[in-house]
């Protein structure tokens, strides 16, 4: 399973917000679902403060390890908002108002009867040789410079422009996934399960302990891009699961 | 802000379950926030999958920048859990069944009336050198190596161990911050806002735009470990909001 042949992808999610506790993280949640349902597959997240040497030094780090990069937030219209420069230090290139980008940010304004401020205009600073991703929700553009994407923070434009990019993306063999729940205490299933996992290399198997109502369990999940694969592991496992479970032993 | 003299700490979380978009991470979020009242600048986090050279070579980079590294996930009883061998191979010593942990665990088991099994005891190898950190809800005990703690996965479980770590923790003076709500767009709010921040530098001054009932706003975030600082920036950004909602310019 580790090296699938896949397009490899990291997110680098941008803002003090984030490790400071106040805001909790969800992109990475949906950007992770998004790649794993296109065969992508995602290998690493980084979080970093709203610092220009730590935005520098990570995307640096990961973009020329990876297929895709994928920033979020510190793209708007306030002094915190470094990303832009930032991108473009990474990449050595220099930033000015991209005049498309100068286009579609006055005429929203002028929608809304909004001023049209130097704070608003900085959106529209983009590195050189950038490409527009259109933001379907508030206007506001990200950008592509080679492989890495610049998407706001806010978790819903993100969204959004996230839908923009299928064009874009290398694409692989989906995995699939099967859960098999088992109602016993995971140091129970430990020792079958490993020997298990050994006879399906294939497959990779991942054992995630719950506790609920009074009950301790174990999620199996079992992953594979090879659909026969999948299904002889699924079917090892719920006869392991089912022995187990009814004291029959191995 | 950004020397600040105070300990800073890393995360690292340990999962592929993160990473595939199956579960939805809340640890980093829980220790940010336990971080912060302690006066430690939680500085970055990255998250990789259950891989042995991804997880070596991630807490290599984290502990020689840091004086804390916190690690989740990837300590119980079965084969996808590599974190212990992992963290031996990073600080490059042998791993072994260390004999508190055995007693702990087998007292555990025995007062459960659960079998002994070889998965369960895997719970029980530890990195030479490293000290127990006390596991108050389930007992399978984590970790301390070095300047690098190591956690379970499960946020509950996580979070009571934390806790257990007072001792070990270098403090520093907790960032105070105080939110002022203005219902602007933020665009209106960024030039001045801009100026304002140049005119309290003792402060971090952060905007976060929301869009609740119709109405836009910014969540205009002041953050400072000297309480003089950060009242004398709050008195200016709540003058400031009032200006601009009463339209009395600057």
Redesign the interface.
């Known amino acids: 399973m580790?090296s699938s042949g896949n397009p490899t992808a990291a997110v680098l999610v941008i803002g003090?917000?984030?490790?400071?506790?106040?805001?909790?993280?969800?992109n990475?949640?949906?950007?992770?679902?998004?790649?794993?349902e296109r065969g992508i597959d995602?290998?690493?997240?980084?979080?970093?403060?709203?610092?220009m040497d730590?935005i520098v030094e990570a995307l640096n780090a990961l973009r020329i390890r990876h297929d895709h990069v994928f920033t979020t937030g510190g793209i708007?219209?306030?002094?915190?908002d470094i990303t832009a420069n930032a991108v473009a230090a990474a990449f050595g290139v220099p930033i000015s108002h991209h005049p498309e980008a100068v286009r579609i940010l006055r005429a929203y304004?002028r929608e809304m009867g909004?001023?049209e401020?130097?704070?608003?205009m900085?959106?529209a600073r983009i590195p050189e040789g950038a490409e527009l991703i259109p933001n379907p929700v508030s206007r506001a553009p990200g950008f592509r410079i080679g492989n890495v994407f610049v998407l706001p923070g806010?978790p819903r434009i993100m969204e959004a422009m996230l839908h923009e990019l299928e064009k874009h993306l290398a694409k692989g063999t989906p995995?699939r996934?099967v859960t098999v729940e088992a109602r016993l205490?995971?140091?129970?299933?430990?020792?079958p399960?490993?020997r298990l996992?050994?006879e399906h290399p294939d497959v990779?198997?991942?054992?995630?302990?719950f506790h609920e109502g009074g009950c301790l369990g174990?999620r199996i999940?079992i992953?594979s891009r090879d659909a026969g694969a999948l299904e002889r592991a699924v079917q090892a496992v719920r006869s392991l699961v089912g022995r187990l479970m009814t004291g029959a032993g191995e």
């Open positions: 580790h003090d917000e984030i490790l400071s506790g106040r805001t909790q993280d969800v990475i949640n949906t950007i992770a679902r998004f790649l794993g995602l290998k690493e997240a980084r979080i970093v403060s709203d610092d730590a708007g219209p306030t002094h915190d304004f909004r001023e401020t130097e704070a608003r900085r959106m806010v995995v996934s205490p995971e140091g129970d299933l430990g020792d399960l490993r996992a050994a990779s198997i991942g054992s995630y302990p174990a999940v992953r």
